[in-house]
């Protein structure tokens, strides 16, 4: 049967089992991916993923019907994520990091990188830079709220991402570098 998202929801709020594995079985592939861009190993995603639905499913009563679904489940998923970062990583004797002042250029060669090249180099990214990073430039989170997120100062968050951004630019090179090569 193809249930509409109102329907599903409906059903969910009943706590209908049935239309909880449907719902499940729809929207699993978009919270992994999620989930995948803010862990580096599939484990990971998994526990994040289903702890996301888990979340989901416990709130539900509080789901309003102008609300995106997507929407919904993309922030539980990256705050559930966040929860799973804090408790692997204690940011611990942070010091407020100064500016970094150099100019990066950028790379136009992003455009010969397949997406799934990016979301590798991405993940080669240390667990802290990835986290602001994603936050940032996927999520559009600001510096303030990276900062009360994650527990640091507004400029550690803006360091973390220039460093993650230098240290893509790095990859990115030594990737087509390596690409030119075969």
Same mark, same amino acid.
């Given at each position: 049967m193809n249930w509409t998202d109102e329907e599903l929801i409906e059903g969910c709020k009943r706590q209908s089992a049935k239309y909880e594995e449907v719902f499940y079985k729809k929207y699993y592939g978009y919270v992994m991916g999620i989930s995948l861009s803010y862990s580096k190993d599939r484990a990971l995603a998994d526990e994040i993923t289903n702890d996301s639905f888990m979340k989901f499913f416990g709130s539900i009563k509080k789901f309003e019907d102008f609300q995106s679904v997507k929407a919904w489940l993309r922030r539980i998923t990256v705050n559930t994520a966040i929860d799973y970062f804090r408790k692997q990583k204690k940011f611990q004797k942070q010091t407020d990091v100064s500016e970094e002042t150099s100019v990066f250029h950028e790379i136009n060669a992003l455009e010969d990188l397949a997406f799934e090249d990016i979301i590798k180099l991405i993940n080669l990214l240390p667990e802290d830079h990835k986290m602001v990073f994603n936050l940032y430039e996927i999520e559009g989170y600001s510096h303030k709220e990276i900062g009360e997120k994650l527990g640091l100062t507004d400029s550690s968050s803006r360091v973390y991402l220039a #460093?993650?951004?230098?240290? /893509? #630019?790095?990859?990115?090179? /030594?990737?087509?570098?390596?690409?030119?090569?075969?």
């Open positions: #460093r993650a951004k230098a240290q /893509l #630019r790095k990859l990115v090179s /030594l990737h087509l570098k390596e690409y030119e090569g075969r």
